[in-house]
């Protein structure tokens, strides 16, 4: 199996905000490519990942299995995100990391 390998990487927790209550829907993985066995990102790629559905210590480094069946490595130093799902799309739109989308969150609250 290919393997994607990233820097900058957050592990992204996505809630939905239905009714005043937070719902969790899943975890995704976020972060810029440097190397990519699959050939389905270019280099300094931003990219945000299907469902996480295992990760796994190999040797140091963070495996992480999604819902699609993809590889992703990580360093063990990643960071953890909250997100809702608006802006989870608009990650994926973009695509925007998780420090983009708290500049925006924090944009839009100045403009009330």
């Not at 927790?13 to 490519?33: H, M, P, R």
Request: glycine residues 6%; charged residues 25%.
């Amino acid at each position: 199996m290919g393997k994607t390998f990233l820097k900058d990487a957050y592990i992204v927790s996505v809630y939905d905000n239905k009714n005043f209550e937070q719902s969790f829907l899943g975890e995704f993985l976020s972060g810029v490519v440097i190397g990519d066995e699959t050939f389905r990102f270019r280099p300094f790629e931003q990219i945000v990942s299907s469902q996480v559905v295992t990760t796994t210590m190999v040797e140091g480094e963070l495996e992480v299995l999604t819902h699609n069946g993809s590889c992703y490595v990580i360093d063990t130093k990643y960071k953890l995100f909250k997100v809702s799902t608006a802006e989870l799309k608009v990650m994926r739109a973009g695509p925007y990391s998780p420090e983009r989308i708290l500049e925006i969150r924090e944009q839009l609250k100045n403009l009330d």
